[in-house]
């Protein structure tokens, strides 16, 4: 029983990937030679068709590095399968704050398994170009708002194939949104908490629509956690008291 458990699991994760387009971060970049660790898990959707399908999402997890002052990188395992990094350029840092963060992703979906049909992969890739604007409210609170663009394509047929199925050419609304291709706008939003010098965690939710003519929508919510350094905020400190003379 346990083996069988175990073959069912690992073939979910060879086979089947999500997508993670939000940055469960802020503007601000690390200090030079800084270190961060991240981990996330969130849900995806897409409406195609008319229709829309939901998907539960696998975890991700990624390291974030400083490279010189106001800019570093990030690398991430995207849903156990997929692969994704980016380059974030802090341009302005004050009360608000803004950043170019340019990313790419690579990752693998399954179209649905119906019967005797058996699911045609499709392989994504995307480039992402999102513009990072935060609004630091304290220390410990930031908005982030994320506009921008991306650019899909792919590769494989995700329709299914299998004898005495009528639905073999009926793919899920949510893959099919991802399947379409082509350049479409995005725009995120999520709110960064910091809880100790080591720990900040966000919850964020991103959506896609592409701009081919196609009515496709993708939307990603999520939580992540960021363990490690983390920017520096410290200009929005409140003043240590002033002691009184007895």
């Known amino acids: 029983m346990i083996p069988r458990v175990l073959a069912a699991a690992a073939a979910l994760v060879l086979l089947s990937g999500c997508p993670d387009p939000n940055t469960y971060g802020t503007p601000r970049t690390l200090a030079p030679g800084d270190l961060q660790f991240q981990a996330a898990l969130g849900a995806w959707g897409g409406t195609a068709s008319g229709s829309t399908g939901l998907s539960p999402g696998l975890p991700s997890v990624g390291i974030r590095y400083g490279l010189v002052d106001r800019v570093d990188v990030g690398a991430r395992i995207v849903g156990f399968t997929g692969l994704g990094g980016d380059l974030k350029l802090n341009v302005v840092r004050g009360r608000f704050d803004v950043a170019f963060d340019p990313g790419v992703q690579a990752f693998r979906l399954l179209g649905p398994t119906l019967g005797n049909a058996s699911a045609n992969p499709v392989e994504v890739l995307q480039v992402h170009l999102p513009l990072l604007l935060g609004y630091n409210f304290d220390e410990d609170r930031t908005l982030v708002l994320t506009p921008g663009f991306v650019a899909t394509a792919t590769a494989g ?32 939003l999520g709110v960064n908490i910091r809880t100790s010098d080591t720990f900040s965690w966000q ?31 410290s200009e929005f400190a409140p003043p240590p008291e002033m002691s009184t003379l007895p």
């Open 157 to 188: 047929d995700v329709l299914v194939t299998g004898a005495n199925n009528p639905q073999a050419t009926s793919p899920t609304s949510d893959v099919l949104a991802f399947a379409t291709g082509g350049v479409g706008a995005r725009l995120g």
């Open 203 to 233: 919850p964020e939710v991103t959506v896609m629509h592409e701009l081919n003519g196609v009515e496709s929508w993708v939307y990603v919510a999520g939580i992540g956690g960021n363990i490690g350094a983390q920017p520096d905020y």
